[in-house]
């Protein structure tokens, strides 16, 4: 399918989720949507894409606690559009990244094999970014399974094309590691790689810089969990979240506990 197709069904999906505004999960229209949009990311980006999943984990409705039907809250209507918000900024997120990058179907990236970790940050915090990098290699991955901009040898050669390289390095096979901190949120480039991330990678994990908090990521990725980069118990599950998805990678896990904290260390220190 032409990427300018693609487009133009994306944004009449978008249209379709505004004029649904303020309706409800029984409403027939909804639920003609609803299958409608599953059926062309299905047809878009192919079987098992990570666009429909998101879409799929968006929330449209919630049932009340015992304490909350007790008191008689309502809060439907509210649900439902903070729902109806979440799908359009998934379809504006994925006609950006098509807009900018052309045709990245999950069938076409999957050709390429890949298996990365892209780490999506701003320039001006490389120290936070320089500690990332460490707790990867510590987890086991080697240097070309890391790409990394700001590092000479992890990143974009000379006389490469930037976002060429970008689009290639982000792919359906490829986990996506967001280094969040307001200078993210203020760089241009961080939020092209957060648009293309969201829509082409297989998984994409914010890593929080305190004092910033999830809370702060609701109006950008609201369906993506994440950790704070000073968070032990996180590093934990994202090291074997990696060693799951990459496979082969081989570790002491004995120096794992000794070798993370005397990154984290340093990182409270960058911290404070």
Same mark, same amino acid.
């Given at each position: /399918?032409?990427?300018?197709?693609?487009?133009?069904?994306?944004?009449?999906?978008?249209?379709?989720?505004? @004029? $649904?505004?303020?309706?409800?999960?029984? %409403?027939?229209?909804?639920?003609?949507? !609803?299958? *409608?949009?599953?059926?062309?990311?299905?047809?878009?980006?192919?079987?098992?894409?990570?666009?429909?999943?998101? #879409?799929?984990?968006? !929330? #449209?409705?919630?049932?009340?606690?015992?304490?909350?039907?007790?008191?008689?809250?309502?809060?439907?209507?509210?649900?439902?559009? !903070?729902?109806?918000?979440?799908? =359009?900024?998934? &379809?504006?997120?994925?006609?950006?990244?098509?807009?900018?990058?052309?045709?990245?179907?999950? +069938?076409?990236?999957?050709?390429?094999?890949?298996?990365?970790?892209?780490?999506?940050?701003? @320039?001006?915090?490389?120290?936070?970014?320089?500690?990332?990098?460490?707790?990867?290699?510590?987890?086991?991955?080697?240097?070309?399974?890391?790409?990394?901009?700001?590092?000479?040898?992890?990143?974009?050669?000379?006389?490469?094309? &930037? $976002?060429?390289?970008?689009? @290639?390095?982000? +792919? @359906? +096979?490829?986990?996506?590691?967001?280094? =969040? *901190?307001? %200078?993210?949120?203020?760089?241009?480039?961080? /939020?092209?790689? /957060?648009?293309?991330?969201?829509?082409?990678? !297989?998984?994409?994990?914010?890593? $929080?810089?305190?004092?910033?908090?999830?809370?702060?990521?609701?109006?950008?990725?609201? *369906?993506?969990?994440?950790?704070?980069? +000073?968070?032990?118990?996180?590093? %934990?599950?994202?090291?074997?979240?990696?060693?799951?998805?990459?496979?082969?990678?081989?570790?002491?896990?004995?120096?794992?506990?000794?070798?993370?904290?005397?990154?984290?260390?340093?990182?409270?220190? $960058?911290?404070?």
């Amino acid at each position: /399918m032409q990427p300018i197709k693609q487009i133009e069904i994306l944004f009449n999906l978008e249209q379709e989720a505004e @004029s $649904l505004k303020d309706s409800n999960v029984d %409403n027939p229209k909804f639920k003609i949507w !609803k299958l *409608t949009v599953e059926d062309r990311l299905s047809m878009i980006f192919g079987d098992f894409n990570t666009q429909s999943k998101r #879409f799929k984990d968006i !929330k #449209f409705e919630r049932n009340p606690t015992y304490a909350e039907y007790l008191a008689g809250v309502k809060f439907e209507k509210e649900v439902f559009n !903070k729902g109806i918000e979440d799908a =359009i900024i998934l &379809f504006q997120a994925v006609r950006g990244s098509i807009e900018e990058f052309g045709d990245y179907s999950k +069938n076409e990236v999957a050709e390429k094999g890949m298996n990365k970790i892209f780490i999506s940050h701003s @320039s001006r915090d490389i120290e936070y970014v320089e500690e990332v990098v460490e707790m990867l290699k510590v987890i086991g991955l080697s240097r070309n399974q890391i790409f990394c901009s700001s590092f000479e040898g992890y990143g974009v050669e000379l006389g490469e094309d &930037f $976002l060429e390289r970008i689009k @290639s390095e982000i +792919n @359906s +096979n490829s986990i996506v590691l967001f280094v =969040i *901190t307001p %200078n993210y949120f203020e760089s241009q480039i961080s /939020m092209c790689e /957060m648009g293309a991330a969201w829509v082409l990678s !297989k998984i994409g994990i914010p890593i $929080l810089i305190p004092p910033l908090g999830f809370d702060d990521l609701r109006a950008v990725i609201p *369906t993506i969990h994440g950790l704070k980069i +000073n968070d032990s118990k996180k590093w %934990n599950s994202l090291k074997y979240l990696i060693q799951k998805e990459f496979g082969g990678i081989k570790h002491d896990d004995h120096t794992w506990e000794p070798d993370r904290d005397r990154i984290l260390n340093r990182i409270e220190k $960058l911290i404070q």
